[in-house]
């Protein structure tokens, strides 16, 4: 069984950067395939990038080329860099795990 910790959430100035970290625990965590979720207020929870075991990755439109997800395997972290940010990707951010198993949630506010 996995479990998840998000953290690195926080208030920023569009165009700003943030780095959110994404701990796991259980010995299965190199071969599942891992993901990160957003969900803004009043909106459903939507797909942001997903990274493979092998590190193969995929992103939402919305952040392509804004944001960048990776992993490392040994320290069982996942990680999503996010610049250039704006105020559209203010939520609550969710690390999610090929197993269903979803972490707590970090909020991520982006304004002026």
């Known amino acids: 069984q996995v479990q998840l910790v998000e953290s690195g959430g926080g208030l920023v100035q569009p165009g700003g950067s943030l780095r959110l970290s994404c701990a796991a625990s259980?010995?299965?965590?190199?071969?599942?395939?891992m993901g990160w979720y957003r969900q803004a207020p009043g909106k459903q929870r939507e797909f942001v990038a997903r990274?493979?075991?092998?590190?193969?990755?995929n992103y939402a439109d919305s952040v392509k080329g804004r944001f960048t997800i990776s992993r490392d395997n040994a320290k069982k972290m996942v990680y999503l860099q996010m610049n250039s940010l704006e105020p559209e990707d203010t939520a609550v951010y969710y690390c999610?795990?090929?197993?269903?198993?979803w972490g707590q949630g970090t909020q991520v506010t982006v304004s002026s």
């Open positions: 999610k795990s090929d197993s269903g198993t």
């Open positions: 990274i493979t075991s092998g590190g193969f990755t």
């Open positions: 259980g010995s299965i965590f190199s071969i599942l395939g």
